[in-house]
């Protein structure tokens, strides 16, 4: 921190917090969280931009707020209604922790988002960044709100080499922020280091001849701005084979399964599915055996009509689609669900299976 401490002391941190907030308030997007300072639309939508692109979020959290306006609406949700309302954004563990904090807030707070460090730093999936956005937007507490744009940024303007791949890094900066937070604008001041991490200052060829803070950067001034930051490369993505089957009926419903409340993709919906280890080997009738021991479903596949492939942050499906039908009775539980077409509407699934949905209206 020694060396970051002295960078600081080589800019003038009210004339840098000037230019910033200034150039904030005349450029700023006009998004919807930002239309009030709304405690809980606020974590809403930090939530939901982790991860996640703002255009992607502007529609989802519309809906989200139309579907829950209040803490006690989310609150009092089941959640298979919230999923469904998080249906496609990814990361399902993030609306998972929400909604399960959301319930702490309404029994325990009285519906009122925390406002001390301490007390919102409890709440479930509420990390650092998260509860310095908060605070600092919502309730004008000039905590930091560091994220990987954040730390872009500031690795710029105060040269620093430390590696933002490592966890440890982000305490440097979160010193760096409170060295150089505004106390009279904290919201606006840590808002203006988002914005200008996603208009100007992009990971990749950054605008600085239109940066507002220019004058102050000295990974400008030193030419080194395109090296920063440092950031290690994160270990490959796994890759796994699997077999997806949409298996229909006597009366042409289809068999969906929910998955376990724990894990990847935790309570969504999906067509019965299994790993395989030797996929270019197997054929249809040692693959139904597999969802029988499985699963206990008797079934027999008919046509394999595709393969879709789906990224995740740390692993690659690679999924065999095939249609088929059940040979012996299968109950439903709170498990398995037969469903139409079009109840499938009603019940979130995942993205790789909505690719699956359009890979079956494209065959037939």
Known sequence: ?????????????????????????????????????????????????QQTRVDTVIPYFNRFVEWFPTIEDLAEANDDKVLKAWEGLGYYSRVRNLHSAVKEVSEKYNGEVPNTPKEISKLKGVGPYTA???????????????????????????????DIAKPSTRKVFENAVRELISHDEPSEFNQALMELGALICTPTSPSCLLCPVRDHCQGFHEGVESELPVKSKKNTKRSVDLVA????????????????????????????????????????????????????????????????????????????????????????????????????????????????????????
């Open 1 to 49: 921190m020694g060396n970051v401490l002295k960078n600081i002391e080589k800019i003038s941190i009210k004339k840098f917090q000037d230019d910033l907030i200034s150039w904030f308030k005349a450029e700023q997007r006009d998004l919807p969280w930002r239309k009030n300072q709304d405690p809980y639309k606020v974590w809403v939508s930090e939530i939901m931009l």
């Open 132 to 162: 310095g956005a908060i605070l600092s937007i919502a309730y004008g507490i000039p905590e930091p709100a560091v994220d990987g744009n954040v730390m872009r940024v500031l690795s710029r303007i105060l040269s620093i080499w430390e």
């Open 245 to 364: 089957v949409i298996l229909k009926d006597e009366q042409g419903k289809i068999l969906i399964h929910k998955r376990p409340e724990n894990g990847l993709l935790a309570n969504l919906w999906e067509f019965p599915n299994i790993e395989i280890h030797q996929p270019t080997v197997m054929d249809r009738a040692q693959i139904s055996d597999l969802f029988r021991e499985s699963f206990n479903l008797n079934s027999k596949l008919e046509k394999g009509i595709g393969q879709i492939e789906h990224i995740f942050s740390h692993l690659i499906w690679n999924i065999r689609v095939y249609t088929g039908s059940i040979i012996s009775p299968f109950q439903e539980n709170n498990e398995w669900k037969w469903v139409s077409l079009d109840e499938m509407d009603e019940y979130a699934f995942p993205v790789s299976y909505h690719k699956i949905v359009k890979l079956y209206h494209e065959y037939n």
